[in-house]
């Protein structure tokens, strides 16, 4: 009895684990995505002058100052990314709660 429960709690942690483990990996790949796109965006106001290309919903370039807008969408990146992050710190403790 002892040695089936056992066995059953071992494969229930193996799933949680291999769970953890893909979405370790979904969010690392977003991670790298997100980080290439800021390096995009760096590029293109980079090679615009500090000029933040056009909204495409709209077509028309944003208003305000383009260093305000070029600092706003960087931080915006940099929010999302250190979610990101938080996240995989957060699924890691998990991950080491589970392993106790």
Known sequence: MLRKKI????????KESKRILKENVL???????????AHKVRCLI???????PEDNATGKPPSGNP???AMSARHM???KI???KLDIRQQDQDIEELTK
């Open 46 to 52: 980079k090679e615009q002058g500090g000029v933040i």
């Open 27 to 37: 969010l690392i790949q977003e991670v790298n995505v997100l980080k290439f796109e």
């Open 82 to 84: 250190r979610t990101v």
């Open 77 to 79: 990146l940099g929010q």
């Open 7 to 14: 066995s059953h709690e071992a494969k229930n942690h193996t």
């Open 67 to 69: 260093r305000v807008r």
